[in-house]
């Protein structure tokens, strides 16, 4: 495979120095909702002002550049340990060029690597899929935010919430006002129901990557989504935690198959700083998504 | 609510007059420090019967500063220039609650006016505030690029080898500082306020009310 490194420098530098469009029409939604004057008004125009000053200038959005997260998919036949290798080398001179902030410690010494790279990480998951091409997903997720997701075993007699899709509401609702302001509200919610322990984070994790616009295929869910979305902001949280009409942008979801022992809800709170950006190769040729 | 310009050193008279909801804008001298730092202050200079030989140097420093000063939960994004200088490319909050265990007594012992972060602190933090008189000031969680620009000088770096660049003591000089008061002198607190109004909130959705 031809030297992508250059490119995945740059697909860094997009993800760590903008946002997408979809989540910057969010946000400027939610400040145009929120009470003139209000904390919660004034952080979200705070917030619009930087991801402008931060585009303009080609800074981060936010210092905690997160864990950064490859979702690859790529074509059959194609061996990922270069690509990976490729990847490593971008991620360690983006952050010479302060794209990214030295985030690799080691849990025993307590030491920052200094180049971003340590074991397991950055995280990868590689898929092969169908289609003739390569694709590369990358998503800084903060600590903040990855410090507020949560996974619930139901049934929960706290909550009283049982093993249906009721008992997924009740969760998702108690995930948001435990996280209060402390996940940088207003957040973005990935959610996986179903599945085990370790996949269920990767599942939800991997719908942060829809749109906030868009609607889920599967009825029930596209129904959920869009109950739990209105009642998130009736929690009152607001833009970090200062009270407000605005405690989440979005709330996406999948339904993933369990084993019939376990019924686990894993929900991915992600920061209004939603930074997730795509590049696919095609015949050499590459194309940022 | 108003819109309050402060500078370092900050008189505790200034403190006492601000209430939650104050915006701020502070100028002067101030200290980043997040898990390692505080865990160390805690370790070698408050609870050590006797600061060591070696750190005696970096005590003395940050009592100077620290003085009716102010703390910054921040872990920067930071560029080195030609001539070895540092600079702040982002540089928003980190979540405060973590080092809750630790803030009352760095309050009491440095004679802290304000700490800086996100998402709130707890209830010793609270009461330390009242007791020493000092503010928490929540700055914009994500609004690195636009914080930078108020950090107008970075003065000098301690202990950036041993923690690493996150969690080092950065000494900055910042004007116009964005921040607001979320946690008063008076024993208020924004988000003691938020948190119960959404329990109730999240009791009447779930059906436990």
């Known amino acids: 495979m031809s030297d992508l490194v250059e490119h995945l420098i740059e697909l860094i530098r997009r993800a760590s120095t903008d946002l997408p469009a979809d989540v910057k029409a969010a946000l400027r939604v939610a400040q145009a909702s929120e009470e003139s004057g209000s904390a919660a008004a004034g952080a979200l125009e705070s917030i619009l002002e930087n991801v402008t000053l931060a585009r303009a200038n080609s800074t981060p959005v936010c210092q905690d550049t997160g864990t950064p997260i490859f979702y690859i998919f790529h074509p059959q036949g194609m061996g990922t340990r270069h690509l990976r290798a490729q990847i490593e080398a971008a991620v360690a001179e983006a952050m010479r060029c302060a794209y990214l902030r030295p985030n690799a410690v080691d849990p025993l010494t307590g030491r920052n690597s200094g180049n971003n790279l340590g074991v397991g990480f950055p995280s990868f998951y590689f898929r092969e899929w169908e289609e003739d091409l390569l694709r590369v997903d990358l998503l800084l997720k903060g600590g903040g935010s990855e410090n507020v997701s949560a996974q619930y075993k139901l049934p929960h007699s706290g909550l009283k919430a049982g093993r249906d899709l009721e008992g997924v509401r009740k969760a998702v609702l108690d995930a948001v006002y435990q996280a209060q302001g402390k996940g940088c509200a207003p957040g973005i919610l990935g959610i996986a129901i179903g599945s085990d322990r370790s996949s269920g984070y990767v599942h939800a994790k991997e719908q942060l990557f829809r749109p906030l616009g868009d609607v889920n295929p599967v009825e029930d869910l596209a129904a959920l989504e869009k109950r739990l979305l209105d009642e998130c902001n009736q929690l009152g949280i607001g833009p970090m935690g200062f009270g407000g009409k605005t405690t989440v942008l979005g709330v996406k979801m999948g339904a993933y198959h369990r084993h019939p022992a376990c019924y686990f809800v894993s929900i991915a709170y992600m920061c209004w700083a939603c930074r997730r950006a795509g590049l696919e190769v095609r015949d050499g040729e590459v194309v940022f998504k | ?209």
């Open chain 2, 1 to 209: 609510m108003s819109i309050v310009d402060l500078s370092v050193p900050i008189s505790e008279d200034d403190i006492r007059a601000l209430h939650v909801g104050d915006t701020v804008r502070l100028s002067g001298v101030m200290v980043t420090g997040r898990d390692a730092a505080h865990k160390y202050m805690i370790e070698t200079f408050i609870h050590a019967s006797s600061v060591p030989e070696s750190e005696r140097p970096l005590y003395e420093e940050l009592r100077r500063l620290l003085k009716g000063g102010a703390i910054y939960h921040c872990g920067p994004v930071v560029r080195q220039d030609e001539e070895g200088r540092w600079h702040f490319v982002a540089a928003g909050p980190t979540t405060s609650i973590r080092e809750e265990v630790y803030e009352p007594e760095v309050i009491a012992h440095f004679g802290l006016r304000g700490v800086i972060g996100k998402g709130g602190m707890g209830a010793g933090t609270l009461r330390a505030c009242q007791e020493h008189g000092a503010v928490y000031f929540h700055a914009i969680g994500g609004a690195a690029s636009l914080i930078a620009d108020a950090v107008k000088e970075v003065v000098t770096v301690y202990k950036k080898d041993e923690f690493g660049v996150p969690e080092a003591f950065w000494v900055i000089r910042v004007e116009g500082f964005p921040i607001v008061v979320t946690m008063d002198s008076h024993g208020q607190s924004i988000h003691d306020e938020v948190e119960a109004a959404s329990a109730a909130a999240l009791r009447r959705l779930v059906g436990l009310a």
